[in-house]
């Protein structure tokens, strides 16, 4: 199985809460993480694009480093792991991110591939001037079809003249060209956004839900092979999923409790206020489980494994017996001990991974 992190970019990682560790995003901070999951046979790490957070007495969010640039830099100071930025397309222009792609893949040498999200947080482009109105919700992945389709043509062959009903391109130029093909990955959830990913992403991350149940994941991802499956082409499912471990099952879940404590309702209900303006009611996209999440108010959107190391290396390996998930995309409650702890108390008991540690 594959391993991926999800970088903290942004501050204290995924847990929407006042309890949970606190902390500010860096640079030092992200290479330190990237470093320990190149150490640990990770395959890859990847960094959002948030451009406005949700508030809250833990300001959630509210301090973001931009994606490209980090990744730029962890480029430079990585050797093996492959490097995914993002991308919210209604930002910068497609021609633009292609050449920002080919500079990194030449710092990393070949190690980069670009996350493409079509943006459903209307005050993040709104406050800029830049939000196309609602109609976008509707057209979003028709946007990020043409969006992608211009970007590939470039790498490929260095010219676009693509005519769409977003975008013209005029003898758009791109050299030099890109040392292999980038990949693209996406996040579709919804009914739409898992076909896009079936016809224009090498991959997608699934979301999981729930508390120690790494099956549950498992119609969602059934969902992407079904899509897949039509288009003849190749879409690994990467889950998106929590890690809180310690010595035993209580210590973690004491932690968790503590976490739960802290959550910032208030961060939580300016999320979810974004969420509806979307008129879509796709209970399977990411806005339409906030939409819908009016039971237990949990710090975390995500999926959580929660118990001691040998606990949680047994939900992964049965994570990875899901039907067509190919890896997984983790955080941590605390990433620099996190990910410590997971390299060297969890990993080696996972019948799925099976990897050389790089020298210290």
Known sequence: MQLGVFLPIGNNGWLISTTS?????????????????ERFGFDFALSMIKLRGFGGPSQF????LESFSLMAGLAAVTSRIQLFATIGVLAIPAPYVARMAVTIDNISRGRFGLNVISGWQETEYSQMGIW????????RYE???EYVTIMRELWSTGVSNFKGEFFTMEDCRLSPLPSRPIPIVCAGQSDRGTRFAAEYADYNFVSSTGI??????????SRLVAATAKTGRSCGALVLIMIIADETDE??????ELYKSGTDYEAMAWRDGQALNDPGKDPHSVQGRFQLSTTERLPTSQGVLIGSFAHVAEMLDQLSEVPGVIGAMMTFDDFVVGMENFGTRIQPLMKSRRVELAAA
């Open 251 to 256: 210590a973690a879940m004491a932690k968790w």
């Open 212 to 221: 120690n149940d790494p099956t549950r994941v498992g119609p969602m991802v």
């Open 21 to 37: 560790p606190q902390y500010m995003p860096s640079f030092d901070f992200n290479r330190t993480v990237t470093e320990k999951a």
């Open 132 to 139: 196309p109105g609602d109609a976008h919700y509707q057209r």
């Open 143 to 145: 946007y990020c079809e």
């Open 61 to 64: 969010w509210d301090h973001n």
